[in-house]
């Protein structure tokens, strides 16, 4: 019996999905754990995977498409089988919009003769859509194309250079073909959804009909494909990717055809290359960059080595998913009544004043040495260690689930000409002070050229705020959704403070923890900022 595929929720917010991509195609085998196609999401476009085998016998949302979350986007089932042989209840989503298109019955005939000359003669275009490049993104503006018309477009080559509200990225094509026409030219702005070019498929003449046949032959694409859902059956579950490309054993690594073909010609194991498109897809210039390094001359002893001089990079590969737990009755009665009194995120605030002589000391003695370790950074790491040792802490909320953290994740608060984006030390307490101060500066130097990926600024469960260098003694930070938590950092500042009986001089610093509510109570938040003092006020502490 056919089993339906419905659009998965990959996000708490998620109401529908546009399939971006189909990655199989009707008739192909499936096998628990391949990736089947590829969805927009209100967040971000992500790779959806099917649990079950089986053939797939029949795509009922094509490419380019919306569907909203539980309705069939494709079935599943045995070889031959077909999948019309169902039950004929969903059909009737088609007939209750058949009382708006009444009127106009008889006008179906002038688009079916539309596509006529175009199927004679350079056949159907791909429309290159504005893809999402991060969670708030609503649209974005072409900064610059890297293609021009009649260029030749491999899957993989980088075509525009976009500029979201977080940063400046480069827009990748999925296909093979040549660029047949550029709808939205350089200093334009495209909602995210919206046709920004489109594409002749690889081996079809291209011409100026192709691209305009697109778009009606794809709004007719859905009354076509509705007829043939059926009801009932089985749900195929479909689950969210992984963001980091899977190159353990088992493991599936995300590569554009093109970046496997180059990596196979010269030797090179592409699964010890970090990819930098989208969802850390490897693409052609991460491979360029890796033949660059001399990775392929000793593919076998490159990534030992890696990992004896960096056990971070250890960590990135072997990263576990979070753990999804369902909020108890508490939980939520909690969530509901903390919302009453401030909506969206109830916040609740813990002050502590930590004493920072000895903190001041290490990043003396690491600036003797020359190496360049600020007080912020031994924050970072210490902030890193405690949600370790607070596991309560490194939650996040999602709809009606609560987000255990297997990896500590921590975000550093950066300040760019036209607002504040987050970027995230990952595996931060895995990772010595130089490592982070590296990485740190690195980050908040390409957030202010707006060249941050996706990937570096989402995800974390806290982040650390830094208003010190300006002088801020003590202040209030706002959450950062989905984040649980933000530490508000003042000046160290040296104060009188008393210390066994006797006034004394000591360089102080105010640290205020923000909390959300639903998840976190004032326990948990206090004994969290307990251990934090505890380890800037005894840095040695962060070595063990």
């Given at each position: 019996m056919?089993?339906?595929?419905q659009m998965?929720?990959l996000s ?12 199989k ?6 096998s628990s ?8 999401t209100?967040?971000?476009?992500l790779e959806?995977?099917?649990?079950d085998?089986?053939y797939?016998i029949e795509i009922a949302?094509?490419?380019g498409?919306?569907a ?7 079935f599943?089932?045995a070889?031959?089988e ?5 039950a004929p ?7 209750a919009?058949a009382?708006?298109?009444a009127a ?18 350079a056949g159907?275009?791909?429309?290159i ?11 974005g503006?072409?900064?610059?194309w ?18 979201t509200?977080?940063s ?5 094509a999925y ?10 030219q350089a200093?334009?702005m495209?909602?995210?959804g ?5 594409l002749?498929?690889?081996g079809a003449?291209?011409g100026t009909s192709?691209?305009?046949?697109a ?5 007719q694409?859905?009354a ?5 859902a059926p ?5 195929v579950?479909?689950?969210?990717e992984p ?12 590569a554009s055809?093109l970046?496997?073909?180059m990596a196979q010609?010269?030797?090179l194991?592409i699964?010890?290359?970090?990819g930098?498109g ?14 660059g ?7 076998a002893q490159a ?8 056990p971070?990079?250890r960590a990135?590969g072997?990263?576990?998913?979070p753990?999804?737990v ?19 995120v109830p916040h609740?605030y813990?002050t502590?004043?930590v004493?920072?002589d000895a903190?001041v000391?290490?990043?003396e003695?690491?600036?003797a ?6 007080v912020n950074?031994?924050i ?11 596991p309560k802490?490194?939650?996040s909320l ?7 953290y297997g990896?500590?994740?921590?975000g ?8 504040l ?5 990952r ?6 002070l130089q490592a ?7 980050m ?6 707006r ?5 570096e600024?989402?995800?974390?469960s ?6 010190g260098m300006y002088?801020i003694?003590?202040f ?6 989905p ?9 160290v500042?040296?104060k009188a403070?008393v210390r066994d ?8 610093m ?9 998840v976190?109570?004032?326990?948990t938040g206090?004994e969290?900022?307990?251990?934090l ?12």
């Amino acid at each position: 019996m056919a089993t339906p595929i419905q659009m998965p929720s990959l996000s708490p917010t998620m109401k529908e999905g546009k399939i971006v991509k189909w990655l199989k195609k009707v008739g192909d085998k499936i096998s628990s754990g391949d990736a089947i196609a590829e969805v927009e999401t209100d967040k971000s476009n992500l790779e959806v995977e099917a649990f079950d085998d089986g053939y797939l016998i029949e795509i009922a949302v094509p490419e380019g498409e919306v569907a909203t979350v539980g309705s069939p986007i494709g079935f599943l089932g045995a070889k031959g089988e077909k999948a019309t042989g169902g039950a004929p209840s969903a059909p009737a989503p088609q007939k209750a919009e058949a009382p708006k298109a009444a009127a106009p019955a008889a006008a179906p005939k002038p688009p079916e003769q539309a596509p006529a000359p175009a199927a004679s003669g350079a056949g159907e275009g791909i429309a290159i859509l504005m893809p999402s490049l991060s969670p708030t993104m609503a649209e974005g503006k072409i900064v610059k194309w890297l293609k021009k018309e009649g260029d030749k477009v491999s899957s993989g080559d980088a075509i525009a250079e976009v500029e979201t509200d977080k940063s400046n990225l480069e827009v990748e094509a999925y296909d093979d073909g040549t660029l047949a026409r550029i709808t939205v030219q350089a200093g334009d702005m495209a909602k995210v959804g919206a046709p920004i070019a489109f594409l002749t498929p690889k081996g079809a003449k291209a011409g100026t009909s192709a691209p305009a046949a697109a778009p009606k032959a794809a709004a007719q694409a859905p009354a076509a494909a509705a007829p043939s859902a059926p009801a009932g059956g089985q749900v195929v579950p479909l689950r969210r990717e992984p963001q980091a490309p899977a190159s353990g054993a088992g493991g599936r690594l995300r590569a554009s055809p093109l970046a496997k073909r180059m990596a196979q010609e010269r030797g090179l194991d592409i699964s010890q290359v970090r990819g930098t498109g989208p969802l850390g897809r490897v693409v052609k210039r991460d491979v360029e960059q890796a033949l660059g390094q001399g990775l392929a001359k000793a593919p076998a002893q490159a990534p030992a080595a890696k990992k004896a001089a960096q056990p971070e990079v250890r960590a990135f590969g072997a990263r576990p998913e979070p753990q999804a737990v369902p909020m108890s009755s508490m939980r939520k009665v909690i969530g509901q009544r903390m919302s009453e009194v401030k909506p969206g995120v109830p916040h609740f605030y813990l002050t502590v004043e930590v004493e920072m002589d000895a903190a001041v000391k290490i990043r003396e003695e690491a600036k003797a040495l020359d190496l360049k370790v600020s007080v912020n950074d031994i924050i970072v790491k210490a902030a890193a260690i405690a949600l370790r040792r607070s596991p309560k802490m490194n939650v996040s909320l999602q709809g009606d689930q609560v987000l255990h953290y297997g990896t500590v994740d921590v975000g550093i608060a950066v300040a760019i000409e036209d607002g504040l984006i987050t970027p995230i030390i990952r595996d931060a307490d895995l990772k010595g002070l130089q490592a982070i101060s590296a990485e740190s500066r690195d980050m908040a130097e390409r957030a202010r050229k707006r060249a941050l990926k996706p990937a570096e600024y989402n995800g974390g469960s806290l982040t650390v705020s830094n208003l010190g260098m300006y002088g801020i003694d003590q202040f209030i930070a706002v959450i950062n959704p989905p984040q649980s938590a933000i530490i508000a950092v003042g000046a160290v500042a040296e104060k009188a403070v008393v210390r066994d009986g006797q006034l004394a001089v000591r360089k102080m610093m105010t640290v205020t923890l923000s909390g959300d509510h639903r998840v976190i109570d004032g326990a948990t938040g206090a004994e969290y900022l307990r251990e934090l003092k505890g380890l800037l006020e005894h840095p040695s502490r962060l070595l063990f």
